[in-house]
């Protein structure tokens, strides 16, 4: 039935730059009404790209989106909302403390003479809609009072009272538990009947394949295949996922496991909302990856060892004693440093000088007689500066004038600086181009070869197969693999953390 | 990807973005001279221009005489924008010290009428200030509010508290304060007979450029400031830090309550009315910033010094004083642009 229709939604031959990267190379794809089309990839394979390309957040370097046959002339977020584009994102972007209805009308209130909103009629037409889709939400309750799962229901309505034909759901099912997974299907189910077009992009491909009519793979910013979904299966979406079935394990000789070394880090049995019965060692002297997709438990594990979270049951063991940090300043005392994930975000002051976001995390080092050395501080830094190779002007530049590789770099700085037997890097190659990336891979090396014990948590398999000594899988929160880098394979990883669900019955 | 794109590479100015207007003009300059923010100098160039014009304009303008007269009005403020820019840039502020001052002249004005010692009076008065600092600290530091809301619950307390303690009537006699602070240094060298109350200024401006650039709680004021975030994930101890700020707060306060009663000779609860907006506003004149991360003793001294000048300029073109609030706005409006275009 397909073939015959105009697609609802035709996306021409999309090119994407980013400075260092080529986001997406001329990738097509389309989708007709009522259809609901899988977009599965690897991290950094270009989905997110592409469904900012089509809801309009990036204008497309080259080629062109089309939607009801006709080209998308401006490229922005309202004007994509206008033509009924909606995207659902994991979080859902409500505004908390008005009503239900409130948030579904926003833009499209129902009005009484002289513009007076007619609170009644919005609060009907919000539970005609709910009703529609058989949703039991009472529209008159502030949003702050309704779960995660919820507000995404009320985010999908709110989507589709302003008249959206196209509808994507980026990882939709990441918050929700099972039973509300199932609502969520029934749903887009629904959503199907109504002549909705949904563009459902995920991790999960046990949910792909139940939804989806056709997939399409994306492998490095370029298509790889669209397929029914009959003529499918999850293995082959993997392997088009990986590129070739085959991958010789990338890593050299991997020294057996932290052999006579002593354990840095223990993680007995450890369960938190996330985690369930974690058990997980390294040995000083390793480097360790940890992987997973997003939700699956890597962000808990960094949060509990830098002493963000409390495990609920379970304890943690640092060099043999135990260790229950009650946050960053106990856990850097005890020799532990995670580099945070978001480098501008969360890890650097934008304004203050590279010596000054290195000697923060010690600035005792740097103190004599009660104040700080100036001269002591340069030096200190430069070091760092110096081993690391950041492209700084002098220590004295502020480190938002860095590049994105070189804040990284920063931010390693300190993870030196403080002096950690114990580093958690997260998500350390995010958003870096490969020539920073290859440093940053050689300077965890370098570290792991002085005795320090790393632990990088990463959802780029293949970046971390890279570097890593062992590489310990997670899935809904457990470790479903621990196995030595040279002993495994991109593909087999891939397959144990988003394939088919039987590697977690085993 | 984003980031990147954002973020000029400073070694490659061919693949830098456009720069900014003058940027051909400072690489010619040695390195030294190079490194210094030369727009962030605004003030002091609007400050010498004004005076220009006013000293073309009128002949008693350019004298000694104003000018000490310029600087004893502003010094009381001065002391007390040194302690507001420490807290803005933390990304704090405190909005009680009007009130505060007045509760600090007051403890020490009423123990003066006592017949206490002179000693005794500014350490209770000091002290006094110091407390309310540090219970403004605590809450800031405990409660997730904004320090605004909370310093504006503390002035209104202290409205009451000071008025309760006078019962409205101020304090006329405040003894050995007046002695030290209301005249004239020994005109010779080295003070050429300028305002006692330049002394303990410059003190304090002297003490704030060093507490900000080389002590590790200075230090840690702007990593708060800068990103509270990164800042917590480095270490820094974020609730004990801004509890030693208020109450730092608290002390530069009672100094300038001490400063102030001394200059006009009464402690009253309005003795500091609309200090609280105007060392913000002087502080941000100067540059530095309302939300945190950037600032500096020197830059908020030349906003309070703008502030001066433009207050006595007004005067001298015969204009009445309400052109002195228009005109006060006005600086407020540009220098948040300022900074705006700066970012």
Redesign the interface.
């Known amino acids: 039935m397909t073939e015959t229709q105009q697609p609802l939604l035709a996306v021409e031959n999309v090119d994407k730059h980013?400075?260092?990267?080529q986001?997406l190379k001329s990738v097509s794809l389309t989708l007709v009404a009522g259809e609901v089309h899988g977009l599965v990839g690897q991290n950094g394979a270009g989905k997110s790209t592409l469904v900012k390309c089509i809801s309009g957040v990036y204008a497309p370097d080259g080629g062109c989106i089309v939607l009801d046959g006709e080209p998308i002339g401006t490229y922005s977020p309202k004007h994509a909302v206008d033509l009924g584009i909606a995207v659902v994102h994991q979080r859902a972007q409500l505004l908390p403390w008005l009503s239900v209805a409130e948030n579904v009308m926003l833009g499209h209130f129902p009005t009484r003479v002289r513009g007076i909103i007619d609170r009644h009629r919005a609060n009907q037409l919000t539970r005609e809609l709910l009703e529609r889709f058989r949703l039991e939400i009472d529209p008159e309750v502030k949003v702050t009072q309704l779960a995660t799962p919820e507000r995404q229901q009320v985010a999908i309505a709110k989507a589709l009272y302003g008249r959206a034909k196209l509808l994507i759901l980026d990882e939709p099912t990441a918050a929700l538990d099972a039973a509300r997974a199932e609502r969520l299907f029934a749903l887009v189910e629904d959503l199907q009947r109504h002549d909705v077009g949904v563009l459902y992009v995920s991790h999960h491909l046990e949910e792909v394949f139940r939804l989806a009519d056709r997939i399409t793979v994306l492998r490095d910013g370029e298509l790889v295949a669209t397929r029914p979904t009959c003529e499918l299966d999850q293995s082959e979406v993997v392997t088009l996922m990986a590129g070739r079935r085959l991958e010789a394990p990338p890593r050299a000789p991997a020294k057996a496991a932290g052999n006579g070394k002593a354990e840095a880090i223990v993680l007995e049995a450890v369960s938190t909302d996330v985690l369930h019965d974690v058990a997980l060692a390294v040995h000083a002297g390793e480097v360790v990856g940890i992987t997973g997709v997003i939700g699956a438990g890597g962000h808990e594990i960094a949060r509990l060892l830098?002493g963000l979270d409390r495990p609920r049951t379970g304890r943690l063991l640092l060099g043999g004693n135990a260790y229950a940090p009650r946050?960053?300043?106990q856990?850097?005392?005890r020799g532990l440093f995670?580099v945070?994930e978001d480098?501008?975000?969360?890890?650097?002051?934008?304004?203050?000088s590279v010596a000054?976001n290195i000697t923060?995390?010690d600035?005792?080092a740097i103190?004599r007689a009660?104040?700080?050395s100036?001269g002591r501080e340069r030096a200190f830094a430069r070091r760092f500066v110096d081993r690391l190779a950041i492209?700084?002007?002098s220590p004295?530049?502020p480190v938002?004038?860095?590049?994105?590789g070189n804040?990284q770099k920063v931010l390693l700085a300190?993870a030196l600086a403080?002096e950690a037997g114990v580093l958690v890097l997260e998500e350390p190659t995010q958003?870096v181009?490969v020539h920073a990336k290859a440093e940053i891979h050689r300077i965890v090396r370098a570290l792991a070869a002085e005795g320090k014990a790393v632990i990088v948590i990463s959802t780029d398999i293949r970046d971390l197969l890279e570097f890593v000594d062992r590489v310990v899988a997670l899935r809904d929160g457990q470790v479903v693999e621990d196995v030595a880098a040279a002993e495994t394979s991109y593909a087999e990883l891939l397959d144990l953390t988003v394939g088919a669900v039987k590697a977690v019955a085993s | 990807?984003?980031?990147?794109?954002r973020?000029?590479?400073?070694?490659v100015p061919g693949a830098a973005p456009p720069a900014p207007a003058g940027a051909r003009v400072r690489d010619r300059l040695p390195r030294p001279l190079r490194?210094i923010d030369w727009i962030a100098f605004w003030p002091l160039a609007v400050m010498v221009l004004i005076i220009v014009v006013t000293a073309l304009r009128s002949p008693h303008y350019f004298t000694v005489f104003n000018f000490e007269n310029i600087l004893s009005q502003v010094a009381p403020l001065g002391i007390v924008t040194m302690g507001q820019t420490i807290l803005l840039i933390s990304a704090g502020l405190d909005l009680s010290v009007g009130y505060n001052i007045a509760l600090a002249s007051i403890v020490t004005g009423l123990l003066l009428e006592r017949g206490q010692p002179l000693w005794l009076c500014i350490a209770a008065g000091i002290a006094a200030s110091t407390v309310v600092g540090f219970t403004n600290g605590v809450l800031v530091a405990q409660n997730r509010a904004h320090p605004f809301i909370i310093t504006l619950g503390m002035s209104i307390f202290l409205f009451g508290l000071d008025t309760q303690l006078t019962g409205g009537a101020p304090v006329n006699d405040m003894k050995g304060l007046y002695t030290a602070f209301g005249g004239y240094l020994p005109n010779g060298f080295p003070f050429f007979g300028l305002p006692s109350l330049t002394i303990p200024l410059l003190i304090v401006v002297a003490f704030t450029f060093a507490f900000l650039?080389?002590?590790?709680l200075g230090?840690?004021a702007?990593?708060i400031g800068?990103?509270e975030?990164?800042?917590?994930?480095?270490?820094?101890?974020i609730k004990r830090s801004k509890i030693y700020l208020y109450t730092l707060m608290g002390v530069l306060v009672g100094i300038t309550g001490m400063v102030l009663a001394g200059q006009i000779n009464e402690a009253s609860f309005n003795l500091a009315q609309n200090f609280e907006l105007e060392s913000i506003a002087c502080a941000v004149i100067g540059g530095t910033a309302l939300f945190g991360?950037?600032g500096g003793a020197l830059r908020s001294l030349q906003g309070v010094a703008l502030w001066g000048v433009v207050q006595n300029a007004i005067v001298f073109a015969g204009l009445s004083s309400n052109y002195q609030e228009m005109a006060l706005g006005a600086v407020i409006v540009v220098a948040v642009m300022v900074q705006r275009a700066q970012r």
């Open positions: 980013f400075p260092g990267v986001a830098f946050g960053p300043l856990a850097i005392d995670t945070p480098a501008a975000g969360e890890g650097l002051v934008p304004w203050l000054a923060l995390v600035l005792p103190t009660g104040l700080l100036l492209a700084a002007r004295d530049t938002r004038t860095l590049s994105g804040q300190k403080a958003g181009d | 990807m984003s980031a990147e794109t973020v000029p590479v400073p070694e490194e650039r080389w002590s590790p230090r840690r702007y990593a800068g990103n975030e990164a800042a917590y994930l480095s270490g820094v101890p991360g950037r």
